[in-house]
């Protein structure tokens, strides 16, 4: 299984990206996915994370109500989308995937089988 994230870059504050994760190598269903990012001299933080069957979501607070996630299925694809983009976004955003479906493991313990590559997200004016 391999998990390939895209869409990273530079917007100005205010502004909005939207980053994909394809994930080859096997079906979803059943996964837990979540979106982490890390900030230079920062630890890896979790942003983000999906049930993917049954669409549990958590959201970290500084991003509930502009970012939202959301999966397609049939392609193997999660999304991020990043609305009212603010400078402390910038990190690099990482997806990660729990194959058993552990989502709270995922969410609190960032207890992830597989992990992507990573893709810059720069907010600065």
């Known amino acids: 299984v391999q998990l390939v994230e895209y869409g990273g870059g530079s917007a100005q504050p205010g502004g909005s990206l939207r980053l994909s994760c394809a994930v080859s190598?096997?079906?979803?269903?059943?996964?837990?996915i979540g979106w982490f990012r890390q900030a230079p001299g920062k630890e890896r933080e979790g942003v983000s994370s999906m049930h993917i069957r049954d669409g549990n979501i958590y959201y970290r607070q500084s991003v509930q109500g502009r970012f939202t996630m959301s999966r397609d299925s049939a392609t193997s694809t999660v999304y991020l989308q990043m609305n009212r983009l603010k400078p402390e976004d910038t990190a690099v955003y990482y997806c990660?995937?729990?194959?058993?479906?552990?989502?709270?493991?995922?969410?609190?313990?960032?207890?992830?089988?597989?992990w992507g590559q990573g893709t810059q997200v720069t907010v600065s004016s």
């Open positions: 990660a995937a729990n194959r058993r479906g552990y989502l709270l493991q995922l969410w609190q313990r960032q207890a992830a089988d597989y």
């Open positions: 190598g096997g079906s979803i269903d059943g996964y837990a």
